[in-house]
């Protein structure tokens, strides 16, 4: 046994690391070792511990939080617990007390976007690890506004003060999942990814195996690289989802999206660290272990949340939209040549006024033979040219449409246009929207208390009335006087919402960012029914010039692609 002193996570600790040794090894070592005996003379250590009732003799060292209360004589386990069950306090709770988790229980359930169902999974997840100590096969992503509470939740209250940091680490971005070395993410039961960056595609493919395989490979430094027993949990977090994370058919992300109303909120925040260091972190971990899990299975996908089936379905690549639009309009082509179809889906894609990623036919192709593997494509066909003449062009080829529409469903990539997120408008924050001057008093009158803030316009400091917050431009405001006036501030930065009386800055940020939400959402909505407008007027010029291009590229009369 060897005592190493290592920094982790800013504090100084000492971990022990075991060597095997048999037995000639170790009273070799131990012969070397001189200590005084009750007589005051000097014996050597290995006839001590020989001697000793208490000797422990191991022929291996595992890392098995699940085999915490079984014995084996030949096996030495180095998980030794929990942290919460360590630090002494928790052998003095026989049952949870609720009042001292109240404000904890209200954060998960904030985390959770107010949703009851979700907040139960969670809650089921979090238990699991802590009561069978496996790992549950399923990650965390959680995405909310800065200050929302998920680092005091997933790294204050069950990192540090749950787990331990013998088996938790944070990690910043995520990236040092894939370096070579694994020794901080190995023998951990709970690694929390803090604002994970965009991964690329064979990264995200090692997490999701990170995320769900049973064992990993431990490669160390200067030594072997061993196979362990993984029992790692993540929690991911972000302000804003990357591309690519969610697949279409994913069954391993739990994904949430934080209430954003408690972002910033000091008070409800130093009331829940409170509690958390009033013993309600070991409440909290007591209620965990308490908790009949029922809706957290084993194996099972997770439940399907609002935002997570908008992030698979913008995951989903515009092709295959165009290919469903096609399918319903009864347009599909029996084969049709490869430059033809790809600039037919640029088309689309601009009308769309959707980005794909990529840029060219190699890889428009690329990303068919993802989905539908088993699809022809590019095959050269012989075709008749308008002028009589032969040439070879490559084609895609395509089935009937109704097997088509099967193979679509049944590979996930069939999605109707209003499950890409397009959101209902909501009626009580679209009330907060001002697009035009409403009367109000002037600004020498109106409120007593003054507003803590500068007029944009004319530069006046505190003052009072109604003050004025764009929603499109950050941190301007006006005053009521200028607002009246329409300056170059207004034209520029509208439309704006209104404040009364003083609020504290957190209230100001979430109302601002909910209008600019509802306005962007109004904007969206106002473009698409301009798209449609013009779609219908040019539906039938566009079918003629498809007919047109079909008869002048084949030549064949009555040949339908």
């Given at each position: 046994?060897t005592?190493?002193i290592?920094?982790?996570?800013?504090?100084?600790t000492?971990?022990?690391?075991y060597?095997?040794?048999?037995d000639t090894e170790?009273k070799?070592?131990?012969?070397?070792?001189k200590?005084?005996?009750?007589n005051?003379?000097?014996?050597n250590?290995y006839?001590v511990?020989?001697?000793?009732l208490?000797?422990e003799?191991?022929?291996?060292i595992?890392f098995?939080?699940?085999q915490?209360?079984?014995t084996?004589?030949?096996m030495?386990n180095?998980?030794f617990?929990?942290k919460?069950?360590?630090?002494g306090q928790?052998?003095?709770i026989?049952?949870c007390d609720p009042?001292?988790?109240n404000h904890i229980?209200d954060?998960?359930l904030?985390?959770?976007g107010?949703n009851?169902?979700?907040?139960?999974?969670?809650?089921?997840?979090l238990?699991?690890?802590l009561?069978?100590?496996k790992?549950?096969?399923?990650?965390?992503?959680v995405k909310g506004?800065?200050g929302?509470?998920?680092?005091?939740?997933f790294?204050e209250?069950?990192g540090k003060?749950i787990y331990?940091?013998?088996?938790f680490?944070?990690l910043?971005?995520?990236?040092q999942l894939?370096?070579?070395?694994?020794?901080?993410?190995t023998?951990?039961m709970?690694v929390m990814?803090d604002?994970?960056v965009k991964?690329?595609?064979?990264?995200?493919?090692?997490?999701?195996?990170?995320?769900?395989?049973?064992?990993?490979?431990?490669?160390r430094?200067?030594?072997d690289?061993?196979v362990?027993?993984d029992?790692?949990?993540f929690?991911l977090?972000?302000?804003?989802?990357?591309?690519g994370l969610?697949?279409?058919?994913d069954?391993?992300y739990?994904?949430?999206e934080?209430?954003a109303?408690?972002?910033?909120?000091h008070?409800y925040?130093?009331?829940?660290?409170?509690q958390?260091?009033?013993d309600?972190h070991?409440h909290?971990?007591?209620?965990l272990?308490?908790?009949?899990?029922?809706?957290?299975?084993?194996g099972e996908?997770?439940?399907?949340?609002d935002?997570?089936?908008?992030?698979?379905a913008?995951a989903?690549d515009?092709?295959?939209?165009?290919l469903r639009s096609?399918?319903e309009?009864?347009e599909l082509?029996?084969?049709?040549?490869?430059?033809?179809f790809y600039?037919?889906?640029k088309?689309f894609c601009?009308k769309?006024?959707?980005?794909p990623?990529w840029k060219d036919?190699s890889?428009l192709?690329?990303v068919m033979?993802?989905?539908?593997?088993?699809?022809v494509?590019?095959?050269?066909?012989c075709?008749?040219k308008?002028?009589?003449t032969?040439?070879?062009?490559?084609?895609i080829?395509?089935p009937?449409r109704?097997?088509?529409?099967?193979?679509?469903?049944t590979h996930?990539?069939?999605?109707?246009d209003?499950?890409?997120?397009?959101?209902?408008?909501d009626?009580e924050?679209?009330?907060?929207?001002i697009?035009k001057?409403?009367?109000a008093p002037a600004?020498?009158?109106?409120?007593?208390e003054k507003?803590k803030?500068?007029c944009?316009?004319c530069?006046?400091r505190d003052?009072?009335g109604?003050?004025y917050?764009?929603?499109?431009?950050d941190?301007?405001d006006l005053c009521?006087?200028?607002?009246?006036?329409?300056g170059?501030?207004?034209k520029r930065?509208q439309?704006?919402i209104d404040f009364t009386?003083?609020a504290?800055?957190h209230?100001?940020?979430?109302r601002?960012?909910?209008?600019?939400?509802?306005?962007?959402?109004?904007?969206m909505a106002a473009?698409?029914?301009?798209h449609?407008?013009?779609a219908?007027?040019?539906a039938?010029?566009?079918r003629?010039r498809?007919?047109?291009?079909r008869k002048?590229?084949?030549?064949?009369?009555?040949?339908?692609?």
């Amino acid at each position: 046994m060897t005592e190493i002193i290592c920094e982790t996570n800013g504090e100084w600790t000492i971990e022990t690391e075991y060597i095997l040794r048999n037995d000639t090894e170790t009273k070799k070592r131990l012969v070397k070792c001189k200590v005084l005996d009750d007589n005051n003379k000097w014996i050597n250590a290995y006839d001590v511990w020989m001697s000793s009732l208490s000797q422990e003799l191991r022929h291996g060292i595992d890392f098995r939080p699940d085999q915490r209360d079984k014995t084996d004589d030949n096996m030495m386990n180095t998980f030794f617990g929990f942290k919460a069950d360590i630090d002494g306090q928790h052998k003095f709770i026989d049952t949870c007390d609720p009042t001292k988790i109240n404000h904890i229980l209200d954060l998960a359930l904030n985390l959770c976007g107010n949703n009851n169902d979700q907040y139960e999974y969670l809650l089921d997840w979090l238990a699991f690890p802590l009561q069978e100590g496996k790992k549950t096969a399923v990650a965390l992503l959680v995405k909310g506004l800065p200050g929302c509470g998920k680092g005091m939740f997933f790294n204050e209250l069950m990192g540090k003060r749950i787990y331990g940091n013998g088996l938790f680490t944070e990690l910043s971005g995520g990236k040092q999942l894939f370096g070579n070395f694994n020794d901080e993410t190995t023998n951990k039961m709970l690694v929390m990814c803090d604002e994970i960056v965009k991964f690329s595609k064979n990264q995200a493919d090692m997490l999701k195996n990170c995320i769900t395989e049973d064992t990993k490979i431990w490669n160390r430094k200067m030594r072997d690289s061993i196979v362990v027993q993984d029992f790692t949990n993540f929690v991911l977090t972000c302000n804003h989802f990357p591309d690519g994370l969610i697949e279409p058919g994913d069954r391993r992300y739990f994904v949430l999206e934080a209430n954003a109303t408690i972002a910033q909120n000091h008070e409800y925040f130093t009331n829940v660290m409170k509690q958390i260091e009033d013993d309600g972190h070991i409440h909290f971990y007591q209620f965990l272990l308490e908790r009949d899990i029922k809706v957290f299975k084993l194996g099972e996908a997770p439940p399907q949340t609002d935002i997570k089936f908008r992030l698979r379905a913008e995951a989903i690549d515009p092709v295959w939209r165009y290919l469903r639009s096609v399918c319903e309009k009864d347009e599909l082509p029996v084969r049709i040549p490869n430059a033809i179809f790809y600039d037919r889906v640029k088309d689309f894609c601009d009308k769309e006024r959707i980005k794909p990623k990529w840029k060219d036919k190699s890889g428009l192709l690329k990303v068919m033979r993802e989905g539908l593997p088993n699809m022809v494509y590019d095959k050269p066909v012989c075709v008749q040219k308008s002028d009589g003449t032969w040439t070879t062009t490559r084609c895609i080829t395509f089935p009937d449409r109704a097997e088509y529409q099967v193979l679509l469903a049944t590979h996930k990539l069939w999605i109707e246009d209003d499950e890409y997120g397009e959101a209902m408008l909501d009626e009580e924050m679209e009330k907060l929207i001002i697009t035009k001057p409403k009367p109000a008093p002037a600004r020498s009158t109106g409120g007593k208390e003054k507003h803590k803030c500068i007029c944009d316009e004319c530069g006046l400091r505190d003052f009072t009335g109604i003050r004025y917050r764009s929603i499109t431009t950050d941190n301007v405001d006006l005053c009521t006087g200028c607002f009246q006036k329409q300056g170059d501030v207004f034209k520029r930065c509208q439309p704006f919402i209104d404040f009364t009386s003083p609020a504290p800055e957190h209230e100001i940020l979430q109302r601002s960012m909910g209008a600019r939400t509802l306005f962007l959402q109004q904007q969206m909505a106002a473009a698409q029914a301009e798209h449609d407008m013009a779609a219908a007027v040019v539906a039938e010029n566009e079918r003629m010039r498809a007919e047109n291009e079909r008869k002048a590229y084949f030549g064949i009369k009555g040949y339908d692609y």
